[in-house]
Each structure stands twice: as structure tokens, then as C-alpha cells.
């Protein structure tokens, strides 16, 4: 695929992305949350639907059910210097909250927000020590290549 079929592809996908995510505020909203726990879980999702799932290749919202464990395990830790283990719990619990939303509205399949959430549950210790490990300038790199 050359750049602008790239580019295309991801004007369509953030197209369709803001639905979901207008979607999620109005649930978000109708639980009576914050406007500022509101604007947090739409930011990290917004983040990873439309950033991370574009990043190399244009991906839909589907798809991250299953790239979650490269994105928090990873990508999150290394491209993002705002991350801190608090900031991944943080942002997994937005992305949970996010892909539930999506289950209710028919917009994903049970299966694959089981996955999702093993994945979460699995994975966030892990994470968390990479990240506290990677941000700590006197530990060796937890993605260092021997």
C-alpha cells in the first residue's frame, strides 16, 4: 500500500472511530461520571484507536481487542513519556471500559472482550514493571537485546 492509500484508509477508519467514541461519551455520561473522568477515558482511547491502531498500518477498532499487549507492554512504555505504571492501569481501564461499551452495542463480540480483558489481567503486572523498570535511569532496560 503506498502513502496515500495509507492516508485513505486512515481518514476512513477515524471516520468510523468517532462514532464509537461519541458513542462512549454519551454512555460514559449517562453513568453520570465527571467531565474530567469523561475527557480522560475518551483521551486514552482516542489515543490508541486513533494513533496506535493507525500507527503502522490502518487498523480498525475491531483489531485492538487483540493488540493490546503489544501497545501497553510496549509501545506505551517506549513512545509515550507520560507513561508510568499508574498511567498504564489507567489506560487499560479506559480501553476496558471503551471495548464493554462497544460489546453492548454490538459493535464487537463477547469472545473478543473476554480476550481483551484476560489479556488486561494477564499482562498488567508485567507492564507495570517494564514501565517502572524502563522510566527508572539506573535499571537496564527491560527491552534491552543481549
Known sequence: ?????????????????????????QELEQ????????N??????????NEYMLYEEPRSMDE?????DMFLGYFFIRK???????SIKSTAASIKKFYKCM??????EKEDYDSLCSEIKEGMSDWQADCAQFNDPDAPSP???F
Open 1 to 25: 500500500m503506498d502513502y496515500e492509500e495509507y492516508e485513505k484508509q486512515c481518514k476512513i477508519i477515524q471516520k468510523e472511530n468517532e462514532k464509537y467514541l461519541d458513542l462512549f461519551e
Open 103 to 108: 460489546l453492548d452495542h454490538g459493535k464487537i
Open 40 to 49: 480522560r477515558h475518551l483521551g486514552n482511547v482516542d489515543f490508541y484507536i
Open 143 to 145: 527491552f534491552a537485546i
Open 31 to 38: 453513568q453520570g461520571l465527571s467531565t474530567k473522568t469523561i
Open 64 to 68: 485492538g481487542v487483540y493488540m493490546i
Open 80 to 86: 509515550c513519556m507520560w507513561s508510568t505504571p499508574a
